[in-house]
């Protein structure tokens, strides 16, 4: 979807809406959930982590980099999960990808306030984001 945006000059200008990019980290049948810190609004709130995809760089060297950043972590990345959710009155759309952590490394909270991994049935255990829950939708069974 592109959207149109006047200028300073009174032109449309297009613009493709930004990407932000989220990993379903699975292991042994869980998968990791994150509670939201910040914004206020949000916190307490869980969500897949991950983040905007910088200019120049692919969606999965965005997830490995926000991953790493996020969680002390670096992983593999797998195929997509779900279909694109749009955020942000279309501004923004968001793409989960199946995810594995490297090496046995263990996440950290390092930006949320609570990690947890959720099992099929533990998955309406936590409040999810409502752009996160058409993805946890996507992962039952």
Request: with cysteine; charged share 30%; proline share 6%.
């Amino acid at each position: 979807m592109r959207t149109e945006r006047a200028n300073d000059g009174g032109h449309a200008e297009r613009r493709d809406p930004k990407v932000i990019v989220g990993a379903a980290i699975i292991r042994d049948g869980r998968v990791l959930a994150c509670a939201r810190s910040a914004p206020p609004e949000v916190a307490g709130m869980w969500e897949f982590p991950g983040g905007k995809v910088e200019p120049g760089e692919s969606e999965t060297a965005a997830l490995a980099r926000e991953c790493a950043e996020e969680l002390a972590v670096r992983v593999e990345i797998g195929e997509r999960v779900g279909r694109n959710v749009r955020m942000a009155h279309g501004r923004s759309v968001l793409k989960v990808y199946v995810a594995r952590l490297l090496h046995g490394e263990q996440p950290q909270a390092l930006e949320h306030s609570a990690l947890r991994w959720l099992s099929a049935a533990e998955l309406d255990s936590v409040t999810w984001l409502p752009a996160d829950a058409p993805i946890v939708a996507a992962l039952r069974p």
